[in-house]
């Protein structure tokens, strides 16, 4: 049977409630009349009748049902699908939760012993490893892309000797030779050798090359005391000399950084402008 059964309908159920009210009035010895829907209903016609024709639908769905089981084990045998395994009885799962239990409370235990040694392992003091500090990272030179070397103390330059501080943060390429300011957390920035010239003369002063000692003197006892009028005289007399300020360039000054210096760096400068016009008494040849 591979057909559904067929479910009476409202009027397969009404046709055959007349014909049992019909035959019922044939035996009676009256005359059969059609009766109405709600006739038949009030006299349990209706449900009579429903009832004879669901008696046979029943066997049929039975039928049905037990075609429709066996279809479903077949498939499954062609499939390989296992029925699936009876229930388990309670008394295999009491012993189940039994087990679960008990390793459920080894687990506790076991934690509560963890817990116990790590608040021992903290309450003992563990000396602190001092980390020492990275060195310094050296800087680089942006074109060359190699280390700069750290230029402080005395150092020649081009021109000369010259104590460099380590605060003016001085470095210089080993390629090229060039020389950078590399300030802290700045970065390195290229000096051309003129302005670095004029920032050295700005904050140091040149070393004088070594010279021998003077033989010593007779010491002269002046005829008279120089006036300090002479003094400023003299020095007003050197500073109007022609080659004065060829001489200030060469030490990095003009004649506005020179007028604001003090009196003992004038002093200096024109001490060192009478020993440079000895060495140097004729004009350099500039181009």
């Not at 116990?116 to 490893?129: G, Q, S």
């Not at 800087?139 to 060359?144: D, E, G, I, L, N």
């Not at 590399?182 to 970065?187: G, T, Y």
Request: glycine content about 4%.
């Amino acid at each position: 049977m591979a057909e559904v059964p067929h479910m009476p309908s409202k009027e397969e159920i009404l046709a055959k409630a007349i014909e049992m009210f019909k035959a019922d009035m044939v035996m009676r010895g009256l005359k059969p009349i059609t009766p109405t829907e709600d006739e038949l209903k009030e006299g349990n016609w209706f449900e009579t009748a429903r009832a004879e024709l669901m008696s046979g639908v029943k066997s049929q769905l039975e039928e049905y049902l037990a075609y429709l089981e066996h279809e479903a084990e077949s498939i499954r045998e062609q499939l390989g699908i296992k029925p699936a395994p009876p229930p388990k009885e309670v008394r295999e799962l009491e012993e189940q939760i039994d087990a679960v239990t008990t390793r459920l409370e080894e687990t506790k235990s076991r934690l509560r012993e963890a817990t116990r040694e790590i608040e021992t392992l903290r309450a003992v003091k563990v000396p602190v490893k001092e980390i020492a500090p990275p060195p310094p990272k050296v800087p680089t030179c942006p074109a060359h892309k190699v280390e700069l070397i750290e230029i402080f103390g005395i150092h020649a330059f081009p021109w000369g000797p010259v104590d460099v501080p380590s605060e003016m943060f001085l470095f210089q390429c080993p390629m090229e030779w060039e020389y950078y300011i590399c300030e802290p957390r700045k970065a390195c920035v290229l000096v051309s050798l003129d302005k670095l010239k004029l920032k050295l003369a700005r904050i140091t002063r040149p070393i004088a090359p070594p010279t021998a000692p003077a033989a010593p003197t007779l010491r002269l006892v002046p005829k008279g005391l120089i006036t300090y009028e002479e003094i400023r005289r003299e020095r007003e007399e050197i500073e109007r000399h022609t080659r004065f300020e060829e001489y200030i360039t060469i030490m990095g000054y003009s004649l506005e950084t020179y007028h604001v210096l003090d009196a003992l760096s004038k002093k200096a400068l024109i001490q060192g402008f009478r020993a440079w016009l000895e060495r140097t008494p004729f004009r350099r040849f500039y181009p």
